[in-house]
Every structure is written in C-alpha cells, then in structure tokens.
C-alpha cells in the first residue's frame, strides 16, 4: 500500500511538471546576458541576449522589440524575464547603434522612418533571425517575437509581411500598419490592447480584426479594461507626466498580459 501511494504521487509531480512547459525548466537558473552587434547596409546594431547558462539543448528564441524609446532598461529587463522561462532572448536595437530617445520628439523622428515605409521594420527583423539562429542555444523551429506600442506595431507588421516568426505579441502596439496577407502571414497573433488606450482607438481596432478575420489568420485580441497606452511598462506613469502624454502603467494588466503571452506560446510549444 505504501509503495502505491509513493508511485501516484511520483505520478502526480511528474504531470505537474509537464504542464507547466517551459517554466518547469526554471528551477536553479543562472541567467547569462550578453551585448551583441550585427549590420544591416552601413548601420550597426547592438542587440542584447539573456538566456539560462544552466539549461542544456536547444530552446525557443524570443526576439523582444523597444518601445519608440528605444533599446533601454525595460526591453533588456523582459529579455531576462523571457530568460528565466526558459527562452533564449534577444532585446532589438531597431534605430542602429544603440541610440535612444530622450523624449518624444526624438522618439518621432527615430520612429517616422517605419511607418513611411514598413518594410523596414522585416528587414531588420530579419537581421535579427539571422543572429538569435547563430546561438547553439536556439531552437530555430521555434522563434517568437513581442513588442512594446512601436514594437508592437513592428512585430505585427513583419508577421504580415513575411517574417519567418511562429507568433507575435504586440503589448498596446500600433494597429495601423500593412494589409494583411494570406499568403505571407505565418505567425500565430496575440494583441495584448489597452481597453482605454487613446492612441489606438476603436477604428484601428476594427479594421485590423476586419483584415485578419478576412484572410483566416489565427489570432486572439485581448483587451484589459482601463488600461491607458503602455500599461505594461512601469515608468510609463512618471513619463507620462513628464511629457504630459496618456500612457500610465497599469499593474493588473501587466500581469494579465504577460500570463496570456505565456499561455499563447505554452500552447503554440505543446502543438
């Protein structure tokens, strides 16, 4: 009798831990960073990589896209969040050399250039691919990517253009952007929107469900209820009022989004 019950609880731990994907691996984690550089034509960029040292194989890749301030603290501290689940992240420099904004008319004028022409924004992604798939860590069968507002609207675009992602996350990004294309998207969806976001209104929203809806696209649109723009970064409050601009942050939605982003891809890596 005592050696059953010893079994079913033996039985118990090990489905416990395998339901939980990649965050069961997390146990004891010794998270390795690392500044990288790549070029694309005559500009270099300085990426950031964070991944777990005591993790042995291969394993999915995240590549994790600034707000349009740029590759600061906050793209580099979910890049070892991403770390600690179990991924191989990869924080992109989109404006080259690792420049940032130090407020928004700066912001605008390093961003202008991806909403005159989009494609850019697959371009450097692409660059991007290239160097996550280099490390003997990454798994490249399965390579995600998330964004912050300008990196949402990054990542959303060069799923629709092409990228060769599994899935995007956009965290209240943009909603304007390219057409979506039936024969070009990939990637799984998940749009992570501020449910009182006032740069992104209803409109946006409507057509870029109407758009993914028309082609079939596989998608899920969450909206978390009174949550201003860049709800999920906690020094958007104080710039906010610094720049008197509508972004606060909004704790219960930042947790709400990342566990939904942790679920999309637990579901996308058990498939």
């Given at each position: 009798m005592e050696t059953r019950k010893?079994?079913?609880?033996?039985?118990?731990?090990?489905?416990?831990?395998?339901?939980?994907?990649?965050?069961?691996?997390?146990?004891?984690?010794?998270?390795?960073?690392?500044?990288?550089?790549?070029?694309?034509?005559?500009?270099?960029?300085?990426?950031?990589?964070?991944?777990d040292e005591n993790l042995k194989g291969?394993?999915?890749?995240?590549?994790?896209?600034?707000?349009?301030?740029?590759?600061?603290?906050?793209?580099?501290?979910?890049?070892?969040?991403?770390?600690?689940?179990?991924y191989v992240a990869l924080a992109v420099d989109m404006f080259g050399e690792g420049k940032t904004a130090s407020n928004p008319t700066e912001a605008q004028t390093y961003?202008?250039?991806?909403?005159?022409?989009?494609?850019?924004?697959?371009?450097?992604?692409?660059?991007?691919?290239?160097?996550?798939?280099?490390?003997?860590?990454?798994?490249?069968?399965?390579?995600?990517?998330?964004?912050?507002?300008?990196?949402?609207?990054?990542?959303?675009?060069?799923?629709?253009?092409?990228?060769?992602?599994?899935?995007?996350v956009s965290f209240h990004g943009g909603l304007k952007g390219v057409p979506a294309d039936k024969d070009l998207l990939k990637a799984s969806i998940l749009v992570c929107q501020g449910g009182s976001d006032k740069f992104v209104p209803q409109s946006d929203r409507d057509q870029f469900?109407?758009?993914?809806?028309?082609?079939g696209a596989t998608y899920s649109f969450i909206m978390y209820p009174g949550a201003l723009h860049a709800f999920s970064n906690p020094a958007a409050t104080e710039?906010?009022?610094?720049?008197?601009?509508?972004?606060?942050?909004?704790?219960?939605?930042?947790?709400?989004?990342w566990n939904d982003m942790k679920k999309f891809f637990n579901t996308l890596l058990k498939k």
């Open positions: 010893i079994i079913y609880c033996l039985t118990i731990l090990i489905m416990a831990s395998l339901s939980t994907g990649l965050e069961a691996k997390t146990t004891g984690s010794k998270i390795k960073e690392e500044n990288i550089t790549y070029q694309v034509g005559n500009t270099v960029y300085n990426g950031f990589i964070a991944y291969k394993r999915p890749a995240v590549l994790v896209v600034h707000e349009w301030w740029g590759l600061n603290d906050y793209p580099k501290m979910r890049a070892r969040q991403l770390a600690g689940l179990g961003t202008a250039p991806f909403y005159s022409n989009p494609q850019l924004s697959k371009t450097l992604i692409d660059a991007a691919l290239v160097k996550v798939k280099e490390l003997d860590q990454t798994d490249p069968a399965h390579i995600f990517a998330i964004g912050y507002c300008f990196g949402g609207a990054v990542v959303l675009n060069a799923a629709k253009l092409g990228a060769e992602l599994n899935a995007v469900r109407h758009q993914l809806d028309s082609i710039l906010g009022k610094k720049f008197n601009l509508a972004i606060e942050y909004n704790k219960s939605a930042d947790v709400n989004s």
